[in-house]
Nanobody
């Protein structure tokens, strides 16, 4: 199995910064796209940013210029640097990963989610 463990969430004031980390562990042959999503109470989960194994990045419009996603493939870890935070960024942030693994009879790509980490931005 594969586990994604997030860290780095917390409470900051408007204009502050946080860096989230998500480390994947377990039976991993490789990881394709890794990404961050967020979900606020009463709202749907939405994409924040994603990065491919070749470091192609995709950002939601509401974070462009403020957030930066990067990864360390040797550590199977993805990061989200969040700057210029505002109360609208308050949410639970989830990481996900498309993991290539041996499934007993073949290799296949499976999608995994982390448990989520709370980010709270106060005005």
């Amino acid at each position: 199995q594969v586990q994604l463990v997030e860290s780095g969430g917390g409470a900051v004031q408007t204009g502050g910064s946080l860096r989230l980390s998500c480390a994947a562990s377990g039976s991993i042959q490789g990881i394709n796209t890794m990404g961050w999503y967020r979900q606020a109470p009463g709202k749907q989960r939405e994409l924040v940013a994603a990065i491919t194994s070749g470091n192609n990045r995709n950002y939601a419009d509401f974070v462009k210029g403020r957030f930066f996603i990067f990864r360390d493939n040797a550590k199977n870890t993805v990061y989200l640097q969040m700057n210029s935070l505002s109360p609208e960024d308050t949410s639970v942030y989830y990481c996900n990963a498309d993991v290539l693994r041996w499934r007993g009879s073949d290799y296949g790509t499976e999608h995994y989610w982390g448990q989520g980490t709370q980010v709270t931005v106060s005005s």
